[in-house]
Every structure is written in structure tokens, then in C-alpha cells.
């Protein structure tokens, strides 16, 4: 998928994303993947801060969500849980996340986040509430 055409569908880089430095490789409804970098992400003691995992998890599963709710719905979070496995220190940490139900009004993806040596760091998961798009003000 083409940038124009994810930038079609939702602002996949709002602001806070664009802050962390959240990048996008690949993106369907079926699977999202993107990487940020844990330099500026981390908590006092220099290690991939939780919630910096827990913003790349959603923002990974809200595109994917929102891709799958199609141009004329949006995508709302309602739930994510995480669970963090190991710490990640430096370089960049890559998730992915897989779509495991895509239904009418609810959208739910297990987002896995891995380092640079594949060990899972972070795992996920995000439920979204598909909504009509309001209408234009």
C-alpha cells in the first residue's frame, strides 16, 4: 500500500507517532507493520518505555482497523492490553500487527513487537469500535 493511499484511508502519522518517530512498512486490514526507534522512547533507567510500546501497538492496529472499516467509517480504540516480555535498550523495535477478528462494529488485532534480534519485547492486543465517519463541519 502506497502512503497516498494509507493517507486516504487515516493520518497514519498524527502527531504523536511523528514525535516517536513511528514509521509504517507495510500496511492491509489483514497485517500492519512498522518500527520505532527506542532512542527517545525510553523511561528513566535508558529502556523502551512501556507506554511507548503500548502508542506503537495502537498505532499499528488502528491503521490496520481503519483499513479494514473502509473509507466511509472510522476506527476508535475502546481496549488494548500488553503484556512486556523483555527490555529493549537500543536500536529500533519492529511490530506487527495481525488482524485475529474483523467484524461490522468491532476490529480486534494481537500486535507482537519484536527487537533487532527477533526476541519478543511486547505483546498486545487492540480492540476498535467501527463507527460511521461523521459528517464534514
Known amino acids: ?18 514525535a516517536m518517530g513511528i514509521e509504517y ?9 512498522g518500527r520505532m526507534p527506542v532512542k527517545g522512547n525510553t523511561q528513566p533507567y535508558g529502556l523502551l518505555h512501556g507506554g511507548a510500546s503500548c502508542v506503537l501497538a495502537e498505532s499499528l492496529g ?11 467509517r472510522i476506527a ?3 481496549e488494548i492490553n500488553a503484556t512486556h516480555h523483555r527490555a529493549a535498550s537500543d536500536g529500533h523495535v519492529t511490530g506487527v500487527a495481525t ?3 474483523g467484524g461490522g462494529s468491532l476490529a480486534t488485532y494481537e500486535i507482537v513487537i519484536t527487537d533487532e534480534q527477533g526476541r519478543r519485547v511486547c505483546t498486545a492486543r ?3 469500535m467501527l463507527r460511521d465517519r461523521p459528517p464534514a463541519s
Open 62 to 72: 488502528s491503521v490496520g482497523a481503519a483499513l479494514h472499516a473502509g473509507p466511509d
Open 126 to 128: 487492540l480492540t476498535c
Open 76 to 78: 476508535v480504540g475502546v
Open 25 to 33: 512498512l507495510e500496511a492491509s486490514a489483514e497485517r500492519v507493520v
Open 1 to 18: 500500500m502506497t502512503d497516498q493511499q494509507l493517507a486516504g484511508a487515516i493520518d497514519p502519522l498524527g502527531d504523536l507517532a511523528k
Open 99 to 101: 488482524r485475529l477478528h
